[in-house]
């Protein structure tokens, strides 16, 4: 009679011990899952405003090149002496205005692509809206790669998600169970899985922070 108090003794520890190990990994999966849900959002800030940037680099060659077409047009008339003697110099001031603003457009959209942090200050010409100061734009390929470094946690918070579902099954599994090696297998691969998916978890937030 003692024997089978005993078993049952040691039955009902398992159980209790398997259903803290569960609520354990429930809580690691709550945290993946956070993760997940406020990076995701992130991702596709960086996705909004990578996609922003490129827009704004292609508005700028597109500027860039109409003024380019006139310069070319402006030296063709001269070349072919088109141009009246008394109107060369309205001409040449508007050569002049037209190259300065080709090479502003090529320091912006150098700007635009890089970032304000990847040029030389020197060569810094945008201005932020609101405080009207320099030096603050996040270029293009900056959030290009930012949102491919989210997009990569993403993944493992994916994966993490995964693992840790698969290992609260087993252990549901593992807690209806009455035989006590069957019990013990599948409580043995929640453990594995569970450790697997607090692994990609961690990792996870490394990827994002980093």
Same mark, same amino acid.
């Given at each position: 009679?003692?024997? %089978?108090?005993?078993?049952?003794?040691?039955?009902?520890?398992?159980?209790?011990?398997?259903? *803290?190990?569960?609520?354990?990994?429930? #809580?690691?999966?709550?945290?993946?899952?956070?993760?997940?849900?406020?990076?995701?959002?992130?991702?596709?800030? #960086?996705? /909004? /405003?990578?996609?922003?940037?490129?827009?704004?680099?292609?508005?700028?060659?597109?500027? %860039?090149?109409?003024?380019? &077409?006139?310069?070319?047009?402006?030296?063709?008339?001269?070349?072919?002496?088109?141009?009246?003697?008394?109107?060369?110099?309205? *001409?040449?001031?508007?050569?002049?205005?037209?190259?300065?603003?080709?090479?502003?457009?090529?320091?912006?959209?150098?700007?635009?692509?890089?970032?304000?942090?990847?040029?030389?200050?020197?060569?810094?010409?945008?201005?932020?809206?609101?405080?009207?100061?320099?030096?603050?734009?996040?270029? #293009?390929?900056?959030?290009?790669?930012?949102?491919?470094?989210?997009?990569? #946690?993403?993944?493992?918070?994916?994966?993490?998600?995964?693992?840790?579902?698969?290992?609260?099954?087993? &252990?549901?599994?593992?807690? *209806?169970?009455?035989?006590?090696?069957?019990?013990?297998?599948?409580?043995?691969?929640?453990?594995?899985?569970?450790?697997?998916?607090?692994?990609?978890? *961690?990792?996870?937030?490394?990827?994002?922070?980093?």
């Amino acid at each position: 009679m003692s024997s %089978e108090n005993e078993v049952e003794s040691k039955s009902k520890n398992l159980e209790l011990f398997i259903g *803290v190990v569960i609520a354990v990994f429930a #809580a690691v999966l709550a945290i993946n899952d956070l993760g997940a849900g406020r990076y995701g959002d992130d991702e596709m800030i #960086a996705h /909004n /405003n990578q996609t922003k940037m490129y827009n704004w680099y292609q508005a700028k060659s597109i500027k %860039e090149t109409l003024y380019e &077409g006139q310069l070319d047009l402006l030296s063709t008339l001269e070349k072919t002496n088109s141009i009246k003697e008394e109107h060369k110099n309205v *001409v040449d001031s508007f050569k002049t205005e037209k190259a300065k603003q080709i090479k502003r457009y090529d320091l912006e959209k150098d700007e635009i692509l890089k970032g304000s942090a990847n040029i030389d200050k020197d060569k810094w010409t945008l201005k932020d809206e609101k405080t009207g100061e320099k030096g603050t734009t996040i270029g #293009a390929k900056q959030w290009e790669e930012e949102a491919d470094k989210l997009g990569a #946690a993403g993944d493992l918070f994916d994966l993490s998600s995964l693992f840790l579902q698969i290992c609260i099954v087993f &252990g549901a599994i593992s807690l *209806v169970l009455q035989e006590a090696s069957t019990r013990k297998i599948f409580f043995w691969l929640m453990i594995a899985m569970g450790i697997a998916g607090t692994y990609f978890t *961690v990792h996870a937030y490394m990827q994002a922070m980093a």
